[in-house]
């Protein structure tokens, strides 16, 4: 019985220490979208994210990330309309289960004017 629960442990314990975790800077553009020619004011800085999973780091699970998803949970989060001076990264976690990746993208919205 000693013996089983110490194995559980050390199972667990590898199990939970099994992650790396990898960033990558991508970059930054302008505006997430073209700016329409009317006027617009900020009105704050917003963060977004879209993720994905791959079991065994080969079968995806779920859809790939998505960069206009990120951008419009960060648009959405302010009820603004476009997001600009966009920076954008990827995080990638490693499991023994598997990968996931994570796209972040980080902003000014901004809301047009009448």
Known sequence: MKRNKSFIIFLLGFVL???TIHSYNKGLTAEAEPIANREYEVIDTA??????FRLLWLFPVTTPADYNAAIRQAVNQEG???????Q?????QHWII????ILYV???VIRYLE
Do not use: A, H, P
């Open 88 to 92: 954008y990264w990827y995080e990638r």
């Open 80 to 86: 603004g309309d476009n997001l600009i001076d966009v």
């Open 106 to 108: 980080k902003g000014k």
């Open 17 to 19: 220490s099994g992650c």
């Open 98 to 101: 598997g990968t996931v990746d």
């Open 47 to 52: 963060e977004g994210s879209s993720s994905s």
